[in-house]
């Protein structure tokens, strides 16, 4: 099993920035892809971005393409999200994942077996 802890989250106003980083502990972290997914109030978690346990491969959702950046430092055990040009609806709590299997990339929610605990991301109008 991974812990994850996630840090960065607050408020800020639309056309501002935030840096989210995780950092996970608990198993081999640069064999896992990693993601980040967020959920708004009465709404369902939904997919942010996703990279490969080698950082080769990303995707995103295309609410936040071309606005955010998923990067991870194997290194240090972790992986970050650069959200820039910030809009009122990206206001939810941003949560990190790592995926179930090894060398196995994807972006589906339900391929997701560890997460953090949330972090915050209030952006004002």
């Known amino acids: 099993q991974v812990q994850l802890v996630e840090s960065g989250g607050g408020l800020v106003q639309a056309g501002g920035s935030l840096r989210l980083s995780c950092a996970a502990s608990?198993?081999?972290?640069?064999?896992?892809?990693m993601g980040w997914f967020r959920q708004a109030p009465g709404k369902e978690r939904e997919f942010v971005a996703v990279?490969?346990?080698?950082?080769?491969?990303?995707a995103y959702a295309d609410s936040v393409k071309g606005r955010f950046s998923i990067s991870r430092d194997n290194a240090k055990n972790t992986v970050s999200l650069q959200m820039n040009s910030l809009k009122p609806e990206d206001t939810a709590v941003y949560y990190c994942?790592?995926?179930?299997?090894?060398?196995?990339?994807?972006?589906?929610?339900?391929?997701?077996?560890?997460w953090g605990q949330g972090t915050q991301v209030t952006v004002s109008s």
């Open positions: 994942a790592s995926h179930r299997r090894r060398w196995y990339f994807s972006l589906e929610l339900q391929d997701f077996g560890s």
């Open positions: 608990g198993r081999t972290f640069s064999t896992y892809t």
């Open positions: 990279i490969s346990e080698s950082g080769s491969r990303t």
